[in-house]
């Protein structure tokens, strides 16, 4: 267990989901933390000092020692501060959960990112490639409030990228990629996820959040042409 007098310091950004997902696990486990609000596009010396092998938030600062990768600062909160476990004990429920945390991030998040960025055929197929996957985690959900099994676990934080970033990215798109009637137990799931108080204090305002995804992705269509 971690000691008393500690430093814990996130270097985030409010519409990342990344980051938002270290503020669910600090909040979950009760852990006072100073938030610190990062430019992306103009990166603090802190930042870049602290991850200057990606060069990204978040980063955690534990007195004074920085943890990168969101996925890795989830499981060193987890190690850290072991009350409200996020991680199933058993070992092969840990592995199982990393599974799919890994397949939230290395595919459904890179495929979705080519609904956003893609235009015309490509931009379809990509919304086709996103759905496959994500039929994958709906038939992972029957019979269960989360997908961490009864609560909220370790995929849940790592896949409220899906809940709260990607189907707010579909408004804006336009382009309904995960629809109820495609998708219930998702949706389901989706609605457990705000009965949680914790969830509920750390996902970004649903207004604010989306007048940041449409600047962001007219910025990004700018720099395309
Ligand atoms: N794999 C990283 C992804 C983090 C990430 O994509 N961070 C973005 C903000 S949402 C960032 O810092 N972007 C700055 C850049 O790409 O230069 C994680 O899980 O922490």
Redesign the pocket.
Known sequence: MAERSEEVKLLG?W?????R?VEIALTLKGVPYEFSE?D?TN?SPLLLQSNPV?????VLLHNGKPI????V?LEYIDDTWQNNPILPQDPYDRATARFWARFV?EQVYVTAMKVVGKVGEEKDAAVEATRDLLKLLEKELVGKDFLGGESLGFVDIVATLVAFWLMRTEEVVGVKVVPVEMFPEIHRWVKNLLDVDVIKKCIPPEDEHLDYIRARMESLKLKSV
């Open positions: 950004m519409a990342s989901p990344f980051s997902r990062q992306i990166k990606h060069k990204m938030i978040p990168s990768e969101s996925l600062i991030d």
